[in-house]
Structure formats: structure tokens, C-alpha cells
């Protein structure tokens, strides 16, 4: 089964062709972040107009290096949130138009649990297990019990981790996205050079909080810490932070067969080394770097799954939707 996905939630417009939920044969990214980099974070007017133009050349170039016709495609799977409205409804609509015109069957999917499904394509589905949502819009833990089947276990209060990042990369003068910046500075840099704390959620010891640790690493900028340690303490502080509430969660859900993890941040070979060190007696799935980011094609493989649990069509008014909760 070949499943066109179509991811459009924030500034990339991707669009994927997936077979039977896990065989990747094309997967096309445009961004429109350099659009976004003046501006610290993303524009979410100039983002939906980016997707206006993308969307057909993106969705035109993933069947092309697919080397299938469009009359070969089965499925489409489009996210259909969380995420900016307007960004949303470009690919939702996009979708639509194409289903119409195909006669090709349509599911929504949420774009957060399609982060997480990136680590299981190709992986063995050891459930259950603990999952963790490490991206720019959010940051999310949860209990696995089976792909749809999810209990949360905490979530930010404030910004989410890759927010942070790229909060702390504007305060640093590096480019927009920050992430990918802040962890080559910090590989420069003294991770214990500047003491700075991540917030605990009064009651809520399993919820993050990432803003009064950005507001530290501010503080110290001022006081003219120096950029590497700054970014090196930053990083160091926020994953310890992450792992420490990972550890507190997988005592939380019980015994578990496997942690997953998903979304941008998890690209950073530091928060890959610090798990793998504390859990070492648990496997632990990420995705390539390629599908850590926002991309269309662990829509289309979360979409095929749905399907096959559930072989019905969205109906054609299927709503886009800012906030999807996922447990
Ligand atoms: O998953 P994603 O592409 O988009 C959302 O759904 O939000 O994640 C983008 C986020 C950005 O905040 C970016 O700075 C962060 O992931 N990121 C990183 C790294 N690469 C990307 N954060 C830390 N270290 C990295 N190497
Ligand atoms: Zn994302």
C-alpha cells in the first residue's frame, strides 16, 4: 500500500510516499525558515504563504523521485494538527483537493504522535514503553501502551525544549533554527562553567518548565558569561532536566520494554549520549536525524497504520485543528 503524506503544521511543506507504513520512497522537505530568521521564530502569515507556493512543486517532486504515478498512490495522509492554522490548512486542503480528484481515500493525523511513530518505522514495537516528544512546539512524555494508545505523563508549562533552544540561540546571536547552533557552540564549551537550574512543576513532578532557565541564561549573558559556556551550561542543564523526569516516568508507568523518542531536538548527539548512558539496559529508538524534524513521510506512515486499524475515509469536511490533545 503507497501512502502520499503531506505535512505542512509550522514552516516546512513536505510530502512523502511511504509503502506499507514503513518503506520510505520519497520524502521531500521545503522550508521557509530563512523567512523566519529575522524574525527569532516563526511568522506564521509569511509560513502559510510559503506553503501556498511549496505545496504543489513539493507534492510534484515526491512522486517524481518516487517513481510511481499518481493512479499507484493508495492513500493520503495529511497532518491535520496540532500546529498554525493557516499553515494547516494548506496541506489540509492540498490533501483534499487531491483525494477528490484521485478518488483516493483520506485520514488526518496528529502531528505529534507522527513524531513519535518516526522512531518505530523499521524498529521492533516493544511495548510498553515510554515515549518522549523533544521538538520546537513541543515536549511531551507518555506511556506507549500501543501506537494510538497513549497515557501522559507530563508536558511543558511554558516554552517547549526546542523553543528554548532557539530562544537562547537569537540571546546568543546565532542563527534561526537555534538548535543545531547552540549544540555545536556548546561542544566548545564548559557544560558546568555557569550554574543554571531547569524548573520544577510545584505537584507536578513529571511537567517541565523551561523558560526561568532561559531567563538564566540571559541573566548570566548580561553579566558577560562567555557564548560557549553559556550554550554548553544551557544544553547540559536542559537534557540532565529531561532525563532526570524520563527516569521519574518510567518509575511513573511501570516497567517498560523500550523508550522512543521523536521531534527535532532528539538530532543532538549530547541528549542522545546522556539517555543512552543512564537507561542503558533499555533499547532506545530514535529516528534518523532527517526524521526527527518535521517531515511528511512518518504521516504518511502513522496514516497507513490508522488506516489499517480503521479502513474508513476522513469525510471531506475534516476540520484542521491548532491544539489535538494525544492522551
Ligand atoms: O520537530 P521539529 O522540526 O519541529 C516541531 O514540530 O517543532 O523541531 C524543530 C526544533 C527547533 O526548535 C530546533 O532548534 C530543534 O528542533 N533542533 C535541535 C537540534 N536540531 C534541531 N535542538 C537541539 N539540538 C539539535 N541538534
Ligand atoms: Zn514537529
Known amino acids: 500500500m503507497i501512502v502520499l503524506g503531506i505535512?505542512?503544521?509550522c514552516d516546512e511543506t513536505g510530502a512523502a510516499l511511504v509503502k506499507d507504513?514503513?518503506?520510505i520512497l520519497s520524502n521531500i522537505t521545503a522550508t521557509s525558515s530563512d523567512i523566519h530568521e529575522k524574525y527569532g521564530g516563526v511568522f506564521p502569515e509569511l509560513?502559510?504563504?510559503?506553503?501556498?507556493d511549496a505545496i504543489v512543486p513539493v507534492i510534484e517532486e515526491a512522486i517524481k523521485q518516487a517513481g510511481v504515478q499518481s493512479s499507484d498512490i493508495d492513500l493520503i495522509a495529511v497532518a491535520r494538527g496540532p500546529g498554525l492554522i493557516g499553515s494547516l490548512l494548506i496541506g489540509m486542503?492540498?490533501?483534499k483537493g487531491l483525494s477528490i480528484g484521485w478518488g483516493k481515500p483520506l485520514v488526518g493525523v496528529n502531528h505529534v504522535e507522527a513524531h513519535l511513530y518516526a522512531a518505530m518505522m523499521g524498529?521492533?514495537?516493544?511495548?510498553?514503553?515510554?515515549?518522549l516528544v523533544l521538538s520546537g512546539g513541543h515536549t511531551l512524555m507518555l506511556k506507549i501502551d500501543d501506537v494510538g494508545t497513549y497515557t501522559k505523563l507530563g508536558t511543558t508549562v511554558d516554552d517547549a525544549i526546542g523553543e528554548a533552544f532557539d530562544k537562547v540561540a537569537a540571546l546568543l546571536e546565532l542563527p534561526y533554527p537555534g538548535g543545531p547552533h547552540v549544540e555545536k557552540l556548546a561542544a566548545t564549551g564548559n557544560p558546568n562553567g555557569i550554574p543554571l537550574s531547569a524548573g520544577k512543576v510545584k505537584r507536578s513532578p513529571l511537567d517541565f518548565s523551561f523558560s526561568g532557565l532561559k531567563t538564566g541564561v540571559l541573566y548570566a549573558a548580561q553579566k558577560g558569561g562567555s557564548k560557549a559556556d553559556l550554550a554548553a551550561s544551557f544544553q547540559e542543564t536542559a537534557f540532565q532536566d529531561i532525563v532526570a523526569k524520563a527516569a521519574l516516568g518510567l518509575e511513573s508507568a511501570g516497567p517498560v520494554q523500550a523508550i522512543y523518542l521523536g521531534g527535532g531536538v532528539c538530532c543532538n548527539q549530547r541528549l542522545r549520549s546522556l539517555f543512552q548512558?543512564?537507561?542503558p539496559s533499555l533499547p532506545i529508538f530514535w529516528p534518523p536525524p532527517h526524521l526527527c524534524v518535521d517531515n511528511a513521510a512518518m504521516i504518511a506512515g502513522l496514516g497507513y497504520f490508522q488506516f489499517i486499524q480503521n479502513p474508513t475515509c476522513a469525510p471531506l469536511d475534516l476540520e484542521v485543528l491548532t491544539r489535538i490533545p494525544i492522551a
Not at 509560513?47 to 501556498?52: K, T, V
Request: charged share 20%; net charge positive; no cysteine.
Open 7 to 9: 505535512e505542512s503544521t
Open 21 to 23: 507504513g514503513s518503506q
Open 47 to 52: 509560513a502559510s504563504r510559503r506553503h501556498i
Open 93 to 95: 486542503n492540498a490533501a
Open 123 to 131: 524498529a521492533p514495537r516493544l511495548f510498553p514503553a515510554l515515549g
Open 277 to 279: 548512558d543512564r537507561f
